[in-house]
């Protein structure tokens, strides 16, 4: 009898569940990508040739943020960015070379030059920042079609901190100056496979000039006079929490 695993089965960004959100049980292939030995839960594609087994539904995993627990979407992050990774290294990228699956650890290893690649991150900065005891500076994205106004954020550059990261962004986005920066939380976010790094700071200097290929619109609202904000289940929404509910 074949042994079942907990599957996340992965189609385009969008996870296998049943009608209650809860993941299904399969029979584990040798294709499939194992968390741990002998853990009995695996991590697969569905291929666009493949149907939808009865009584599951595919949904976009930035849903489940706000349905799952911070464990439950965790490790559907790390699975979908595993995958992810072992998608695009299916190839060496020293010699060209087909690449094997290492048996014992995340690698894709070249059997000709013996290269061995492994599943990266990038480092993406989020930055709260306040004015005086009862504002935050919130931000709308250029590309965003909502009215949902966010926290700067950017890609952490080639031998930079990620302090410097925060200040560097802030100022090429809104112009500001900022003093005070310390680090708050971190969250793994697999749009495609980055790491959000939060950071409080505060207003130094500097007048609120746009980036307009990046932000549409960026002003500092009272605590009690907050536009749309992103949804619960995201590093920013907690991070306007705590700052707005340091006790609580």
């Not at 149907?51 to 706000?66: D, F, M, S, Y």
């Not at 926290?151 to 986005?173: D, H, K, N, P």
């Amino acid at each position: 009898m074949s042994q079942l695993s907990l599957a996340y089965i992965f189609h385009n960004q969008q996870l296998l569940v049943d009608e209650n959100f809860q993941l299904p049980k399969v029979e584990t292939l040798a294709s499939d990508l194992k968390f741990k030995a002998g853990d009995q839960v695996i991590a697969r594609d569905l291929l666009d040739s493949e149907a939808i087994p009865e009584g599951l539904q595919l949904v976009p995993i930035r849903q489940l943020i706000t349905l799952w627990s911070v464990d439950e979407f965790q490790k559907a992050s790390r699975a979908v960015q595993l995958l992810e990774w072992r998608r695009n290294h299916k190839f060496c990228s020293h010699c060209g070379h087909e690449t094997q699956i290492h048996p014992l650890e995340y690698a894709m290893v070249c059997p000709a030059c013996h290269y061995h690649q492994y599943p990266r991150v990038q480092p993406c900065v989020i930055t709260i920042i306040t004015k005086g005891q009862d504002e935050v500076l919130l931000a709308k994205n250029a590309n965003n079609k909502s009215n949902m106004y966010g926290l700067i954020a950017g890609f952490v550059e080639v031998g930079e901190t990620l302090e410097e990261a925060v200040q560097r962004e802030t100022l090429e986005e809104v112009g500001l100056k900022l003093k005070n920066i310390r680090y708050m939380s971190s969250q793994p976010w697999p749009f495609p496979s980055n790491l959000m790094i939060a950071f409080q700071a505060e207003y130094d200097s500097g007048e609120i000039q746009l980036q307009e290929e990046e932000i549409s619109d960026a002003k500092f609202f009272k605590f009690d006079q907050l536009p749309e904000i992103p949804f619960k289940g995201s590093i920013a929404h907690a991070m306007i929490m705590q700052v707005m509910h340091p006790q609580a």
